[in-house]
């Protein structure tokens, strides 16, 4: 039976602040954070869960660094609010339906596409636990719930009047399986061929003109509600070049409604219509509501009205890489909008990753292969190194000889100032228990050094060091992870200098032993200050390391024997925990974090 739908302007079932624009509600709700989460892993906290995701994952080929990029930088996020004791949520997973899928499981020789996606699903799991991103689902599209979820939101959205059938004549993206208007192709010159052929502006794929009869979203309806969303939160998208680029194309030209659906004569592998078999739903429509499954929706089966609980994860804060920003900040929020349900919190974009410069390509040769890298370099150094490096507003660059001089760095600025300090001829439990004494914030004391450089140095890393975390915090809050990264080497810096420029080795102890000396004129006091600044640098600095490289930092924390219940943001204080370092010693021979490694053989562009 084929359902005849009706046109519906108003919004149902979700409270709301915020503007309504003819009918369309605006939602931007600050929901209660007082309940218990059941889906936060790491936390007993009864707060709403930050709730960060991925794009799901297209499985027509095998994983490569774009795809560990946007893990990794959500896994930083959510390990990152947990440090502080927060709840958090993460997700990602696999975009298994779709043209491609079922083309290149048929190049592949698989009896049927879901054969070909359990393979391929894997090795995105793979990738995740070789380079320890910590998801709190792994969601894919072919699994039932998520099956279930997109037919009720269909149902929804249809009765709701925003669904109608009728003949469709446009532009077809095999490749981005989508239909993009006149106004985003481009014409040019085939090289092998010399003849002309047809391009999307946004992702350069190769359309072709095709007539179908469809299923449509009335996108129409929705050009200014968003564009008054936009301007009402401009941090809705972030970076504010991408913002820009929305806000530009929305306010420039009218939106199209939108092919929902393809015939199942063409395209087979997919979910079906409901009460429809004829059609199969458009991948995309498909595809974004897995960030609704992974929250448990439909909340309530039977209802057109949904709303989720206070103690659901959503709305979510979604991460995705440029080439699939319109989907996610044009189409949908304009699905959630006539669906009733509340907007995402944020969409953070970010760039690709270039080699030399050039975009990677097997053509080429310039793949940098995550898993490759990861098995040479180390998967705390490859995390290290994308993290430093990752700017969001632009593309970022990938070489070999980058991410090797990243990770001697951190062995010579970070591990050998812990085992500088860790010496059989420093006393480290002396060094804590004279900060109790209140003597390392003793102006007659530090002056006695007699060295206005060193002087400087002390106030400077001890100011530096009680207000990191919250300079890392606000870096955090816009995923700005080059820029947090940046505050512990200024610190780890000042820190070497200082152990250099101090020459704690050179402080003995007084001779004359019928001499009583008070702690300010004891040498070793002098000694004990440098030693317990610089392991107090590694201590915090590795504490707040955690969410970008958890095994390393967590080993240089275990040499030092901080306790296990002592590693959150809140002992990330000078002085916070006097209780590690009993026994600790670093002697000649002993085992190190890291080892200096040549560059691997045929490294790529060095």
């Known amino acids: 039976m084929i359902r005849v739908s009706t046109v519906s302007c108003s919004f149902t079932g979700n409270a709301s602040i915020g503007s309504t624009y003819r009918g369309f509600k605006i939602f931007s709700i600050a929901l209660s954070s007082s309940v218990k989460n059941p889906l936060s892993s790491n936390t007993t906290s009864i707060t709403k869960p930050y709730y960060i995701t991925t794009p799901i994952f297209y499985v027509n080929a095998a994983p490569h660094l774009g795809h560990l990029y946007s893990m990794l930088l959500c896994d930083i996020k959510t390990r990152w609010v947990r440090l502080s004791g927060k709840p958090a949520f993460f997700t990602t997973g696999t975009d298994e339906h779709g043209l491609k899928v079922q083309i290149a499981s048929e190049k592949n020789d698989k009896k049927n596409p879901k054969e070909f996606c359990d393979e391929l699903s894997v090795t995105f799991k793979e990738l995740a636990k070789l380079t320890n991103i910590n998801y709190d689902r792994f969601i894919r599209t072919t699994d039932d719930d998520h099956l279930q979820a997109v037919k009720k939101f269909w149902d929804i959205v249809y009765e709701k009047g925003y669904i109608y059938k009728g003949q469709h004549s446009g532009w077809y993206s095999v490749s981005d399986e989508t239909f993009y208007p006149e106004t985003q192709i481009e014409a040019k010159i085939d090289p092998l061929t010399n003849k002309e052929k047809f391009y999307s502006k946004e992702t350069g794929t190769e359309v072709i003109y095709e007539t179908e009869e469809n299923y449509f979203f009335k996108l129409s309806k929705f050009r200014q509600p968003l564009i008054e969303l936009l301007k009402q939160n401009q941090n809705f998208i972030i970076p504010r070049n991408y913002y820009e680029i929305i806000l530009k194309e929305l306010e420039s030209e009218e939106l199209q409604d939108l092919s929902i659906s393809r015939p199942y004569s063409r395209l087979k592998w997919g979910i079906q219509v409901p009460e429809d078999p004829s059609q199969v739903i458009y991948v995309w429509f498909d595809a974004l509501v897995n960030y609704l499954t992974s929250t448990g929706f439909p909340w309530s089966p039977t209802s057109l009205i949904q709303k989720a609980p206070l103690n659901n994860p959503w709305p979510a804060s979604h991460l995705i890489g440029k080439d699939i920003s319109r989907f996610h900040c044009i189409y949908w929020p304009s699905f959630l909008m006539a669906a009733g349900i509340e907007l995402p919190k944020q969409v953070i974009v970010h760039g690709h990753w270039l080699m030399g410069g050039s975009k990677m390509s097997k053509s080429k040769g310039n793949i940098a292969d995550p898993i490759e890298m990861a098995n040479y370099y180390g998967t705390e150094s490859l995390r290290f190194f994308l993290s430093e490096n990752s700017v969001l507003s632009s593309d970022c660059d990938f070489t070999e000889s980058r991410l090797n001089l990243s990770r001697n760095q951190f062995i010579d600025k970070i591990c050998n100032l812990m085992l500088r300090s860790l010496s059989k001829n420093f006393s480290i439990e002396r060094a804590l228990s004279k900060y109790e004494s209140g003597l390392y914030t003793n102006e007659q004391f530090i002056k006695s050094f007699d060295n206005p450089q060193a002087e400087k140095s002390i106030k400077s890393i001890t100011a530096d060091l009680n207000v990191l975390y919250e300079r890392m915090d606000e870096e955090m809050k816009t995923f700005t992870t080059h820029k947090a990264i940046n505050e512990i080497w200024k610190?780890?810096?000042?820190?070497?200098?200082?152990?250099?420029?101090?020459?704690?080795?050179?402080?003995?102890?007084?001779?004359?032993?019928?001499?009583?000396?008070?702690?300010?004129?004891?040498?070793?006091?002098?000694?004990?200050?440098?030693?317990?600044?610089?392991?107090?640098?590694?201590?915090?600095?590795?504490?707040?390391?955690?969410?970008?490289?958890?095994?390393?930092?967590?080993?240089?924390?275990?040499?030092?024997?901080?306790?296990?219940?002592?590693?959150?943001?809140?002992?990330?204080?000078?002085?916070?925990?006097?209780?590690?370092?009993?026994?600790?010693?670093?002697?000649?021979?002993?085992?190190?974090?890291?080892?200096?490694?040549?560059?691997?053989?045929?490294?790529?562009?060095?």
């Open 491 to 606: 610190i780890v810096l000042k820190a070497n200098a200082l152990f250099n420029d101090a020459k704690p080795w050179t402080f003995k102890n007084v001779q004359d032993s019928q001499k009583e000396v008070s702690l300010i004129e004891d040498p070793l006091s002098k000694q004990d200050l440098i030693i317990f600044l610089s392991l107090e640098t590694i201590r915090i600095c590795s504490i707040l390391l955690q969410p970008f490289i958890p095994e390393l930092s967590n080993q240089l924390l275990d040499r030092l024997k901080v306790d296990s219940d002592k590693r959150m943001a809140k002992f990330a204080k000078v002085g916070k925990d006097l209780t590690y370092g009993k026994g600790v010693v670093f002697t000649k021979g002993s085992e190190v974090p890291l080892v200096k490694l040549p560059l691997r053989e045929g490294a790529l562009n060095v």
